[in-house]
């Protein structure tokens, strides 16, 4: 798998939420929705999700191992901090 295009808008006048993320894999498969907040720790991605009626939130696209989790926060935060320069 191959990411092609990773977009990143950054919003402004929120303290830990500071950007949207877009990315797209093998020119073909494309996820919009993912966060990228400011934690204890640094910057990290958040999957898209959804608010359930109960008020509990779900991912509603989300990788299914560490590895791949991992892939996607390298390219999506590495164009971050190319957008933030």
Not at 40 to 61: C, E, H, Q, W, Y
């Amino acid at each position: 798998m191959r990411i092609s295009e990773v977009k990143v808008k950054k919003v402004e006048g929120n303290e830990k939420f500071k950007a949207w993320a877009t990315i797209t894999f093998d020119d073909s498969f494309r996820i919009h929705g993912l966060k990228i907040i400011e934690g204890r720790n640094g910057p990290f991605v958040a999957m898209p999700s959804r608010k359930l009626p109960n008020g509990d939130f779900i991912d509603t696209a989300y990788p299914l191992n560490q590895e791949l989790r991992e892939f996607i926060q390298q390219a999506i935060l590495e164009e971050y901090a190319r957008v933030e320069n």
